[in-house]
């Protein structure tokens, strides 16, 4: 795994705090914090004013960011979920060995109405967590406008 910005083992307390400097300088992230705390982090949540995040109007109010990785078995594990408590509407990546019928990382829709989607999703080459976040990152826009086509 080549390195990232000088990282060259990326542990989870390394990758959560890269990702709450990241949030907390990203417009639109009005709170980002580390659950259930900084000394004990498990993942990095940040409240999202989804207009000035997304640089749009957008018809949900708010929005929550989650990030989450396992480093612990042999190929790193994340869950990135974007989730608007408004609409009860959830998009996120995830790789994980709980659904293994769409390979090592698929991308997860949840409705409103409790239905959920998952799709195959490539895994990356690049797998390092922090390249995989800000991929997932850059491309919430797209994914929530694809939803929202006709």
């Not at 612990?72 to 293994?100: K, L």
């Not at 390979?103 to 239905?115: C, I, K, L, R, S």
């Not at 990152?137 to 797209?142: F, K, R």
Request: aromatic share 12%; glycine share 6%; with cysteine.
């Amino acid at each position: 795994m080549p390195p990232i910005f000088g990282v060259w083992n990326p542990t989870e307390p390394k990758l959560l705090r890269r990702v709450h400097d990241r949030l907390s300088d990203t417009a639109g992230c009005t709170s980002v914090r580390y659950v259930p705390s900084r000394l004990d982090a498990n993942e990095v949540v940040a409240e999202i004013d989804p207009s000035v995040f997304l640089g749009r109007s957008y018809p949900a109010p708010e929005a929550r960011l989650r990030v989450e990785f396992d480093l612990s078995g042999d190929r790193p594990h994340y869950w990135i979920q974007w989730w608007e408590p408004t609409t009860g509407r959830s998009i996120g990546r995830h790789a994980d060995d709980t659904e293994p019928e769409f390979g090592p990382a698929h991308f997860q829709v949840e409705y409103g109405d409790g239905t959920t989607d998952r799709r195959v999703v490539s895994y990356p080459a690049d797998d390092h967590p922090y390249r995989v976040f800000e991929y997932c990152l850059s491309s919430i826009d797209d994914e929530l406008r694809a939803l929202d086509r006709p």
